[in-house]
C-alpha cells in the first residue's frame, strides 16, 4: 500500500518530469538527473512487486484505484496530469518494480512527444521498443467518454429499435 502522500508527491513529479521534458532533450544531463531523483522516490514505492498506477477514469485522478484527495497545493497538478492523459488519449501509466533508468528515458521521450503517438499507438510503440516496467494504459479519455455518452443521449426517437442499435455502438466506443 502506497501512502497518499507519497502518491501526489510522485504525481507531482511525474508533471515537473513531463514539463522538464518539453524544456530539455531527454538525453539531457539535467532532465537525466531529475529521471534518477524520480526513481529514487519511486523505488520504496515499488518495493515488494508494488505497482503504482495513475489514471483518471472519470476525470479525477486516481492512485491505484483511489481517486486522490483534492488538495489545494496539489490541484493544478493533478489537472494537468488528467489533461497530459486526455492529450494522449489514454487513461493513464503504470510503474512496476522492474524500471529502469533507460526504459523511463525512452518511455518518457516517448510520453513527451504526445503530437507523434496517442493511444493505442503509443502503447504499440513502447511494446515495440521493449519497455519495461512503465507503461501507457490505453483507453478513452473522459472527453472522449463524455463526448461518446452525450451523442448517445442526442439520437433521436425516431430511429425506434436501431436507436438502442446505435446507443450500444456509441457504448462500445467507451470500452
Known amino acids: ?9 510522485l504525481a507531482s513529479r511525474l508533471v515537473a518530469l513531463v514539463k522538464s521534458g518539453r ?6 544531463v539535467a532532465y537525466t538527473q ?13 518495493s515488494g512487486g508494488g505497482v503504482l498506477r495513475y489514471d483518471a477514469p472519470e476525470g479525477d485522478l486516481c492512485m491505484n484505484g483511489e ?5 489545494s497545493q496539489f490541484q493544478k497538478q493533478a489537472e494537468t496530469l488528467v489533461s497530459e492523459f486526455d492529450a494522449r488519449t489514454i487513461t493513464g501509466v503504470e510503474f ?6 533507460p526504459a523511463l528515458e525512452t518511455f518518457m521521450g516517448m510520453f513527451v512527444t504526445s503530437e507523434r503517438w496517442k493511444g493505442e499507438e503509443l502503447v504499440q510503440a513502447c511494446r515495440s ?20 455518452a ?20 456509441y457504448a462500445g466506443t467507451q470500452q
Open 96 to 101: 512496476t518494480a522492474e524500471l529502469t533508468l
Open 23 to 28: 524544456a530539455y532533450s531527454v538525453k539531457h
Open 67 to 71: 481517486r486522490l484527495p483534492m488538495r
Open 129 to 148: 521498443a521493449g519497455i519495461h516496467g512503465v507503461r501507457a494504459i490505453a483507453g478513452v479519455s473522459h472527453a472522449a467518454s463524455a463526448g461518446s
Open 150 to 169: 452525450a451523442a448517445a443521449a442526442e439520437l433521436p426517437e425516431t430511429l425506434g429499435t436501431s436507436r438502442d442499435a446505435w446507443s450500444a455502438l
Open 1 to 9: 500500500e502506497i501512502p497518499t502522500e507519497t502518491g501526489l508527491q
Open 34 to 46: 531529475q529521471l534518477e531523483n524520480f526513481l529514487v522516490l519511486l523505488a520504496p514505492a515499488l
